[in-house]
């Protein structure tokens, strides 16, 4: 077994719209990437599982649960919708009601099940706007993983990152939390932080990156990145895996 470091390169929001989806997939396909998590309730779904089927890219694909953008999969979620129809959810620590978590815990399981459906079996979960790392949420997705056996949920952001003695216990906690339920990631930050500021690399442990690979500013400095001689040179210090993969 390889004594380098384990690293995930996970790009959020594939099936999101049409300028991240091709990307994705084609990242996935020449290695630039480990790993996809894909929104059930995004516009180009069925494109990116169209995707995965013909680029044979199952076993590296997770769900990407959002409860703050797209419209919601289950009956349960919908009295909660915004006057658009869209889940409109925030990250808050204040506790759901009965009724409330409930929903929540339906919607997230409605949004695997589509997945599922689809013919792909997730190998992690992680959430848009790490929403689930408030623990009124973050407690219904390991509920959710751990009935679906889905091993891996990605922790709070911990790596490469500039925050307070508070916001930084907080993380501790929630990871803690989240490492005594399902498989998750010592480290968790983005790709182009990490690039910059790489303090932990020769630590032990598992890393987990996110990408973002759209039109935006950020899609755009994240492609050239992933492209660049310089990135292909950084990332040889570490054994590149899938959520999958972890100790094979």
């Known amino acids: 077994m390889s004594s380098k ?7 959020d ?11 994705i997939a084609e990242s996935l396909t020449t290695g630039s990437i480990t790993a996809a998590s894909l929104m059930a309730n995004g516009s ?3 494109e990116a ?13 997770g769900v990407h649960l959002s409860l703050d953008e797209g419209p919601p999969l289950s009956r349960e979620m919908r009295p909660y919708i915004d006057s658009s129809g869209q889940l409109s959810m925030k990250r808050r620590l204040r506790r759901l009601g009965a009724g409330l978590a409930a929903a929540v815990e339906a919607e997230l399981s409605a949004q695997v099940d589509r997945v599922l459906a689809a013919g792909i079996r997730p190998t992690h979960l992680d959430s848009h706007r ?12 390991v509920r959710v993983a751990r009935r679906y056996r889905i091993p891996y949920v990605r922790p709070a952001r911990n790596l490469a990152t500039s925050q307070t003695a508070s916001a930084g216990f907080y993380k501790w906690l929630f990871n803690r939390y ?5 498989r998750t990631a010592d480290y968790f930050g983005d790709v182009v932080d990490f690039y910059r500021r790489p303090g932990e690399y020769d630590r032990s442990g598992l890393i987990e990156c ?22 292909r040179r950084f990332v040889q210090r570490f054994r590149l895996i899938g959520h999958a993969d972890r100790g094979r």
């Open 13 to 23: 929001d594939f099936g999101r719209d049409a300028a991240c989806t091709g990307i």
């Open 210 to 231: 996110m990408t973002h690979l759209d039109d935006s500013p950020r899609g755009v400095e994240n492609r050239e990145l992933l492209q660049s001689d310089e990135f």
């Open 130 to 141: 790490h929403i689930h790392t408030v623990f009124p949420i973050g407690r219904l997705v």
């Open 44 to 46: 180009h779904f069925e």
């Open 178 to 182: 989240l490492s005594g339920r399902v």
């Open 5 to 11: 470091a384990e690293m995930i390169i996970t790009a």
């Open 49 to 61: 599982c169209r995707l995965v089927r013909s680029e044979r890219l199952d076993g590296r694909i």
